[in-house]
């Protein structure tokens, strides 16, 4: 029987294969943002390059599974549909 994080980690791996050229572009976007503004969250990429209506809104749990990102903070997310829930902060790796 799978854990929990396993299960989680499976979730997120096959967001990699089904969302590819969402998450690249999703990346890429992230990674500008954070270039123009020291951070980024989630709540950035909603409002300048959302999921394909097609993608399960989980999808945004992949998006920074990428070497260029650190997290280094938390914060309530904005969007009302989010709940104040807590939020990675990510910087751009040195």
């Given amino acids: 029987m799978q854990t929990g994080m ?5 979730a997120l791996d096959l967001f990699e294969l089904r969302q590819d050229l969402w998450l690249a572009n999703a990346r890429d976007m992230a ?3 954070a270039r123009e503004h020291g951070k980024v969250t989630s709540d950035d990429i909603w409002l300048t390059l959302p999921p394909p209506r097609t993608a399960h809104p989980s999808v945004m749990g992949a998006l920074f599974r ?17 709940n104040a829930r807590r939020i990675g902060v990510y910087e751009l790796v040195a």
């Fill in 31 to 33: 990674a500008q943002l």
């Fill in 6 to 10: 396993q299960r989680k980690e499976d």
């Fill in 66 to 82: 990428d070497k260029r990102f650190k997290l280094v903070d938390f914060t309530l997310s904005k969007r009302p549909l989010a």
